[in-house]
Protein backbone atom coordinates (compact mmCIF):
# COMPACT_ATOMS: atom_id res chain seq x y z
CA UNK A 1 0.00 0.00 0.00
CA UNK A 2 1.35 3.47 -1.06
CA UNK A 3 2.36 5.48 1.38
CA UNK A 4 0.42 8.75 2.10
CA UNK A 5 0.41 11.70 4.12
CA UNK A 6 -2.03 12.47 7.47
CA UNK A 7 -0.08 15.83 8.38
CA UNK A 8 0.81 18.76 6.39
CA UNK A 9 3.50 20.01 7.12
CA UNK A 10 3.36 23.23 9.56
CA UNK A 11 -0.82 22.48 9.55
CA UNK A 12 -1.06 19.86 12.43
CA UNK A 13 -2.02 16.46 12.02
CA UNK A 14 -5.28 15.93 9.90
CA UNK A 15 -8.53 15.71 12.24
CA UNK A 16 -9.87 12.21 12.89
CA UNK A 17 -12.35 10.37 9.86
CA UNK A 18 -10.92 13.42 6.95
CA UNK A 19 -9.20 11.92 3.70
CA UNK A 20 -5.46 12.26 4.05
CA UNK A 21 -3.19 14.19 1.68
CA UNK A 22 -0.54 13.17 -1.02
CA UNK A 23 2.48 15.31 -0.74
CA UNK A 24 4.21 16.30 -4.47
CA UNK A 25 7.49 14.21 -3.22
CA UNK A 26 5.70 11.16 -2.70
CA UNK A 27 3.75 11.35 -5.83
CA UNK A 28 6.81 12.24 -7.81
CA UNK A 29 9.18 9.69 -6.07
CA UNK A 30 6.69 7.40 -7.88
CA UNK A 31 8.39 7.82 -11.43
CA UNK A 32 11.46 6.43 -12.14
CA UNK A 33 14.64 8.45 -12.17
CA UNK A 34 16.76 9.23 -15.00
CA UNK A 35 20.46 7.49 -15.04
CA UNK A 36 22.25 10.51 -15.17
CA UNK A 37 21.86 14.15 -16.37
CA UNK A 38 19.39 15.11 -18.83
CA UNK A 39 19.67 18.27 -21.29
CA UNK A 40 17.05 20.20 -23.68
CA UNK A 41 18.70 18.13 -26.29
CA UNK A 42 17.16 14.78 -24.77
CA UNK A 43 13.53 16.10 -25.09
CA UNK A 44 13.81 17.06 -28.67
CA UNK A 45 11.95 14.13 -30.85
CA UNK A 46 13.29 13.73 -34.23
CA UNK A 47 10.51 15.22 -35.71
CA UNK A 48 9.94 18.46 -37.97
CA UNK A 49 8.12 21.07 -36.21
CA UNK A 50 5.44 22.25 -38.27
CA UNK A 51 3.36 25.15 -36.74
CA UNK A 52 3.49 28.67 -38.79
CA UNK A 53 6.73 30.35 -38.06
CA UNK A 54 6.48 32.75 -35.74
CA UNK A 55 3.56 30.97 -33.82
CA UNK A 56 3.71 30.83 -30.24
CA UNK A 57 3.82 27.57 -29.75
CA UNK A 58 7.19 27.42 -30.43
CA UNK A 59 8.55 29.39 -27.64
CA UNK A 60 6.09 27.00 -25.29
CA UNK A 61 8.30 24.04 -27.20
CA UNK A 62 11.25 25.44 -26.59
CA UNK A 63 10.32 26.39 -22.25
CA UNK A 64 8.92 22.74 -21.83
CA UNK A 65 11.80 21.02 -23.51
CA UNK A 66 14.18 23.14 -21.86
CA UNK A 67 12.28 22.95 -17.93
CA UNK A 68 11.88 18.69 -18.17
CA UNK A 69 15.77 18.48 -17.12
CA UNK A 70 14.63 19.76 -13.93
CA UNK A 71 12.69 17.19 -13.25
CA UNK A 72 15.18 14.44 -13.55
CA UNK A 73 12.73 11.68 -14.37
CA UNK A 74 13.02 8.64 -16.74
CA UNK A 75 11.90 10.04 -20.15
CA UNK A 76 10.16 6.71 -20.84
CA UNK A 77 7.82 8.05 -17.59
CA UNK A 78 6.88 11.31 -19.36
CA UNK A 79 3.28 11.55 -20.93
CA UNK A 80 2.03 14.33 -23.37
CA UNK A 81 -1.43 13.55 -24.36
CA UNK A 82 -3.33 15.85 -26.40
CA UNK A 83 -6.51 16.43 -28.52
CA UNK A 84 -6.80 18.06 -31.64
CA UNK A 85 -6.08 21.54 -32.21
CA UNK A 86 -2.42 23.25 -33.39
CA UNK A 87 -1.16 22.75 -29.84
CA UNK A 88 -2.08 18.90 -29.73
CA UNK A 89 0.77 18.20 -32.46
CA UNK A 90 2.94 18.69 -29.18
CA UNK A 91 3.60 15.41 -28.45
CA UNK A 92 5.14 14.48 -31.44
CA UNK A 93 7.84 16.88 -31.02
CA UNK A 94 8.77 15.83 -27.16
CA UNK A 95 10.91 12.74 -27.31
CA UNK A 96 8.62 11.06 -24.44
CA UNK A 97 5.69 9.18 -24.73
CA UNK A 98 2.43 10.83 -25.75
CA UNK A 99 -0.70 10.54 -28.14
CA UNK A 100 -2.28 12.66 -30.33
CA UNK A 101 -5.69 11.91 -29.22
CA UNK A 102 -9.80 13.31 -30.13
CA UNK A 103 -11.22 16.33 -30.06
CA UNK A 104 -11.74 17.65 -26.68
CA UNK A 105 -11.13 14.17 -24.97
CA UNK A 106 -7.54 14.40 -23.62
CA UNK A 107 -7.89 15.49 -19.61
CA UNK A 108 -10.14 12.00 -20.53
CA UNK A 109 -7.61 9.91 -21.57
CA UNK A 110 -4.91 11.31 -19.49
CA UNK A 111 -7.10 10.49 -16.37
CA UNK A 112 -7.36 6.74 -17.21
CA UNK A 113 -3.65 6.75 -17.99
CA UNK A 114 -2.45 8.65 -14.35
CA UNK A 115 -4.84 6.58 -12.22
CA UNK A 116 -3.89 3.56 -13.69
CA UNK A 117 -0.18 4.06 -14.05
CA UNK A 118 0.62 6.44 -10.90
CA UNK A 119 4.69 5.69 -12.00
CA UNK A 120 3.93 7.84 -14.99
CA UNK A 121 4.32 12.17 -15.20
CA UNK A 122 0.98 12.78 -16.97
CA UNK A 123 0.75 16.40 -18.87
CA UNK A 124 -2.17 17.44 -21.01
CA UNK A 125 -1.99 19.87 -23.87
CA UNK A 126 -4.83 21.39 -24.89
CA UNK A 127 -5.84 24.70 -26.96
CA UNK A 128 -9.34 27.08 -25.64
CA UNK A 129 -11.69 25.47 -28.88
CA UNK A 130 -10.46 21.85 -27.79
CA UNK A 131 -11.09 22.57 -24.16
CA UNK A 132 -13.49 24.75 -23.59
CA UNK A 133 -15.73 23.72 -26.13
CA UNK A 134 -16.43 20.09 -26.98
CA UNK A 135 -13.82 19.41 -24.43
CA UNK A 136 -15.27 21.49 -21.53
CA UNK A 137 -16.85 18.74 -19.88
CA UNK A 138 -13.90 16.78 -19.28
CA UNK A 139 -11.86 19.70 -18.29
CA UNK A 140 -13.85 20.21 -15.16
CA UNK A 141 -14.38 17.21 -13.87
CA UNK A 142 -10.89 16.62 -14.42
CA UNK A 143 -10.30 19.48 -11.85
CA UNK A 144 -12.86 18.79 -9.57
CA UNK A 145 -11.85 15.04 -9.61
CA UNK A 146 -7.82 16.54 -8.69
CA UNK A 147 -6.25 13.67 -10.55
CA UNK A 148 -2.57 14.41 -10.80
CA UNK A 149 -2.40 15.86 -13.94
CA UNK A 150 -0.87 19.00 -15.33
CA UNK A 151 -2.85 20.54 -17.99
CA UNK A 152 -1.52 22.90 -20.34
CA UNK A 153 -3.88 25.20 -22.26
CA UNK A 154 -2.55 27.68 -25.08
CA UNK A 155 -5.63 30.10 -25.14
CA UNK A 156 -5.36 32.44 -28.57
CA UNK A 157 -8.58 33.25 -28.49
CA UNK A 158 -9.43 32.35 -31.58
CA UNK A 159 -9.61 28.44 -33.79
CA UNK A 160 -6.37 28.28 -35.48
CA UNK A 161 -6.06 24.76 -36.82
CA UNK A 162 -9.46 25.26 -38.86
CA UNK A 163 -8.51 28.55 -40.60
CA UNK A 164 -9.77 31.60 -37.95
CA UNK A 165 -13.11 31.03 -36.47
CA UNK A 166 -14.42 32.49 -33.40
CA UNK A 167 -13.21 30.19 -30.55
CA UNK A 168 -15.12 30.09 -26.93
CA UNK A 169 -12.29 32.48 -25.26
CA UNK A 170 -12.93 35.30 -28.62
CA UNK A 171 -13.72 38.78 -26.95
CA UNK A 172 -17.33 39.77 -27.77
CA UNK A 173 -17.75 41.65 -31.39
CA UNK A 174 -15.12 39.59 -32.56
CA UNK A 175 -14.93 39.60 -36.57
CA UNK A 176 -13.92 35.72 -37.94
CA UNK A 177 -14.43 33.93 -40.69
CA UNK A 178 -17.51 32.38 -38.88
CA UNK A 179 -18.86 35.90 -36.95
CA UNK A 180 -18.59 38.35 -40.29
CA UNK A 181 -20.73 40.67 -38.08
CA UNK A 182 -18.71 40.37 -35.14
CA UNK A 183 -19.18 36.96 -32.08
CA UNK A 184 -22.58 37.72 -29.56
CA UNK A 185 -20.74 35.32 -27.28
CA UNK A 186 -20.03 36.18 -24.03
CA UNK A 187 -16.22 34.45 -23.81
CA UNK A 188 -14.89 31.99 -20.80
CA UNK A 189 -12.38 33.16 -18.44
CA UNK A 190 -10.66 29.61 -17.87
CA UNK A 191 -9.05 30.45 -14.69
CA UNK A 192 -12.14 31.45 -13.23
CA UNK A 193 -13.74 28.49 -14.46
CA UNK A 194 -11.24 26.26 -13.37
CA UNK A 195 -11.22 28.49 -9.52
CA UNK A 196 -15.29 27.83 -9.74
CA UNK A 197 -14.59 24.00 -10.31
CA UNK A 198 -12.51 23.95 -7.39
CA UNK A 199 -9.08 23.13 -9.33
CA UNK A 200 -6.63 22.63 -7.00
CA UNK A 201 -3.72 24.78 -8.80
CA UNK A 202 -4.80 27.69 -11.59
CA UNK A 203 -2.16 29.72 -13.08
CA UNK A 204 -1.67 31.83 -16.00
CA UNK A 205 1.56 32.86 -17.87
CA UNK A 206 2.47 34.26 -21.26
CA UNK A 207 4.12 32.60 -23.85
CA UNK A 208 6.50 35.08 -24.66
CA UNK A 209 8.07 35.47 -20.67
CA UNK A 210 10.32 32.18 -20.89
CA UNK A 211 11.43 32.77 -17.17
CA UNK A 212 7.76 33.63 -15.83
CA UNK A 213 6.50 30.74 -17.82
CA UNK A 214 9.13 28.07 -16.96
CA UNK A 215 8.78 29.30 -12.77
CA UNK A 216 5.01 28.48 -13.29
CA UNK A 217 5.80 24.91 -14.67
CA UNK A 218 7.37 24.38 -12.58
CA UNK A 219 5.08 25.22 -9.32
CA UNK A 220 3.16 23.02 -11.31
CA UNK A 221 4.98 20.00 -11.70
CA UNK A 222 5.54 20.01 -8.00
CA UNK A 223 1.77 20.15 -7.32
CA UNK A 224 -0.03 17.11 -6.10
CA UNK A 225 -3.00 16.75 -8.15
CA UNK A 226 -4.44 18.65 -10.95
CA UNK A 227 -2.58 21.60 -12.02
CA UNK A 228 -4.25 23.55 -14.41
CA UNK A 229 -2.03 26.67 -16.79
CA UNK A 230 -3.24 28.63 -18.96
CA UNK A 231 -0.91 30.16 -21.57
CA UNK A 232 -1.71 33.31 -23.66
CA UNK A 233 -0.43 32.44 -27.06
CA UNK A 234 0.10 34.95 -30.11
CA UNK A 235 -1.60 33.02 -33.32
CA UNK A 236 0.31 35.74 -35.94
CA UNK A 237 -1.91 34.22 -38.68
CA UNK A 238 -5.34 34.77 -37.03
CA UNK A 239 -5.12 36.74 -34.23
CA UNK A 240 -1.76 38.47 -34.31
CA UNK A 241 -1.18 40.95 -31.67
CA UNK A 242 -4.48 39.68 -29.49
CA UNK A 243 -1.97 39.98 -25.93
CA UNK A 244 0.34 42.63 -27.19
CA UNK A 245 -0.60 44.97 -24.17
CA UNK A 246 0.96 42.55 -22.14
CA UNK A 247 4.21 42.09 -23.78
CA UNK A 248 4.89 45.86 -24.45
CA UNK A 249 6.98 46.82 -22.23
CA UNK A 250 5.39 50.11 -21.34
CA UNK A 251 1.58 48.62 -21.91
CA UNK A 252 2.59 45.66 -19.41
CA UNK A 253 3.11 47.97 -16.30
CA UNK A 254 -0.35 49.11 -16.64
CA UNK A 255 -2.12 45.74 -18.22
CA UNK A 256 0.07 43.08 -16.08
CA UNK A 257 -0.40 42.39 -12.28
CA UNK A 258 2.08 39.84 -11.74
CA UNK A 259 0.86 37.71 -8.68
CA UNK A 260 3.76 36.51 -6.04
CA UNK A 261 2.49 34.47 -2.89
CA UNK A 262 3.18 36.38 0.13
CA UNK A 263 3.75 39.69 -1.59
CA UNK A 264 1.45 43.06 -1.47
CA UNK A 265 -0.66 42.81 -5.16
CA UNK A 266 0.93 45.96 -6.79
CA UNK A 267 1.74 46.95 -10.20
CA UNK A 268 2.18 50.05 -12.33
CA UNK A 269 5.55 52.17 -12.74
CA UNK A 270 7.00 51.86 -9.45
CA UNK A 271 4.59 49.80 -8.02
CA UNK A 272 2.21 52.73 -8.39
CA UNK A 273 -0.99 50.78 -8.23
CA UNK A 274 -2.53 48.39 -5.97
CA UNK A 275 -5.77 46.11 -5.44
CA UNK A 276 -7.53 46.45 -2.33
CA UNK A 277 -10.56 44.67 -1.46
CA UNK A 278 -13.89 47.73 -1.11
CA UNK A 279 -15.30 47.63 2.48
CA UNK A 280 -18.93 48.56 1.44
CA UNK A 281 -19.18 45.39 -1.61
CA UNK A 282 -16.43 42.65 -0.58
CA UNK A 283 -15.41 43.45 -4.04
CA UNK A 284 -11.40 44.18 -5.16
CA UNK A 285 -10.57 47.21 -6.85
CA UNK A 286 -7.78 48.76 -8.65
CA UNK A 287 -6.07 52.07 -6.42
CA UNK A 288 -3.32 54.71 -6.79
CA UNK A 289 -1.48 53.42 -4.06
CA UNK A 290 -1.26 56.44 -1.51
CA UNK A 291 0.17 56.58 1.80
CA UNK A 292 -3.08 56.29 3.19
CA UNK A 293 -4.08 53.06 1.95
CA UNK A 294 -0.91 51.31 1.40
CA UNK A 295 -1.81 49.25 4.29
CA UNK A 296 -5.06 48.02 2.71
CA UNK A 297 -3.74 46.57 -0.15
CA UNK A 298 -3.99 43.15 -0.53
CA UNK A 299 -1.14 40.11 0.30
CA UNK A 300 -1.31 37.69 -2.33
CA UNK A 301 -2.27 34.63 -0.58
CA UNK A 302 -2.11 31.59 -2.98
CA UNK A 303 -2.43 29.14 -0.35
CA UNK A 304 -5.80 30.12 1.01
CA UNK A 305 -7.89 27.43 1.24
CA UNK A 306 -11.60 29.28 0.06
CA UNK A 307 -11.57 30.22 -3.52
CA UNK A 308 -13.38 33.28 -3.29
CA UNK A 309 -10.29 35.55 -3.32
CA UNK A 310 -8.57 33.79 -6.15
CA UNK A 311 -12.20 34.25 -7.98
CA UNK A 312 -12.33 37.82 -7.52
CA UNK A 313 -8.46 38.34 -8.84
CA UNK A 314 -9.54 36.08 -11.70
CA UNK A 315 -12.47 38.72 -12.78
CA UNK A 316 -10.15 41.72 -12.47
CA UNK A 317 -8.96 41.62 -16.24
CA UNK A 318 -11.17 43.49 -18.76
CA UNK A 319 -12.11 40.83 -21.48
CA UNK A 320 -11.95 42.87 -24.53
CA UNK A 321 -8.42 45.34 -23.16
CA UNK A 322 -7.35 42.60 -21.31
CA UNK A 323 -6.43 45.35 -18.46
CA UNK A 324 -5.28 44.36 -15.00
CA UNK A 325 -4.75 41.05 -15.96
CA UNK A 326 -3.27 38.75 -13.27
CA UNK A 327 -0.34 36.38 -14.49
CA UNK A 328 0.98 33.89 -11.84
CA UNK A 329 -0.19 31.21 -9.52
CA UNK A 330 -3.55 32.14 -8.11
CA UNK A 331 -4.97 28.96 -6.32
CA UNK A 332 -2.62 26.54 -4.68
CA UNK A 333 -4.19 24.57 -2.25
CA UNK A 334 -3.85 20.75 -0.82
CA UNK A 335 -6.88 17.96 -1.00
CA UNK A 336 -6.79 14.71 -1.88
CA UNK A 337 -5.54 13.66 -5.10
CA UNK A 338 -7.89 10.78 -6.67
CA UNK A 339 -4.97 8.67 -7.81
CA UNK A 340 -4.07 8.27 -4.44
CA UNK A 341 -8.16 7.63 -2.82
CA UNK A 342 -8.19 5.25 -6.03
CA UNK A 343 -5.07 3.23 -5.16
CA UNK A 344 -5.98 3.24 -1.00
CA UNK A 345 -9.70 1.82 -2.12
CA UNK A 346 -8.53 -0.94 -4.13
CA UNK A 347 -5.83 -1.83 -1.60
CA UNK A 348 -8.39 -2.22 1.15
CA UNK A 349 -11.05 -4.08 -1.31
CA UNK A 350 -7.98 -6.96 -2.06
CA UNK A 351 -7.62 -6.60 1.28
CA UNK A 352 -11.20 -7.31 2.50
CA UNK A 353 -12.16 -9.73 -0.33
CA UNK A 354 -8.98 -11.42 -2.23
CA UNK A 355 -7.60 -9.79 -5.73
CA UNK A 356 -10.32 -11.53 -7.45
CA UNK A 357 -11.34 -13.69 -10.55
CA UNK A 358 -12.32 -11.68 -13.64
CA UNK A 359 -13.65 -14.83 -15.98
CA UNK A 360 -15.46 -15.73 -12.81
CA UNK A 361 -17.00 -11.83 -12.94
CA UNK A 362 -17.60 -12.27 -16.31
CA UNK A 363 -19.23 -15.58 -16.21
CA UNK A 364 -21.27 -14.55 -13.17
CA UNK A 365 -24.61 -17.55 -12.10
CA UNK A 366 -26.35 -17.22 -15.00
CA UNK A 367 -24.01 -19.26 -17.34
CA UNK A 368 -24.05 -22.89 -18.29
CA UNK A 369 -21.66 -24.99 -19.92
CA UNK A 370 -22.86 -27.39 -23.39
CA UNK A 371 -21.91 -30.60 -23.87
CA UNK A 372 -22.12 -33.28 -26.96
Not at 89 to 105: A, E, K, L, Q, V
Not at 161 to 175: D, F, M
Not at 351 to 360: C, F, H, M, S, V
Request: glycine share 10%.
Amino acid sequence: MTEILTEKPGAGATPAGSVPLASASQLLSLVPKAEGKQSMKDFKSDQEVRWCPGCGDYAILAAVQGFMPELGLAKENIVFVSGIGCSSRFPYYMNTYGMHSIHGRAPAIASGLATSRRDLSVWVVTGDGDALSIGGNHLIHALRRNVNLKILLFNNRIYGLTKGQYSPTSEVGKITKSTPMGSLDAPFNPVSLAIGAEASFVARTVDSDRKHLTEVLRQAAAHPGTALVEIYQNCNIFNDGAFEVLKDKQQAQEAVIRLTHGEPIRFGPEGSKGVVRDPATGDLRIVTVTPENESSVLVHDAHQQSPTTAFALSRLADPDTLHHTPIGVLRSVERPVYDTLMSEQLDAAVEQGGKGDLAALLAGKDTWTVVG
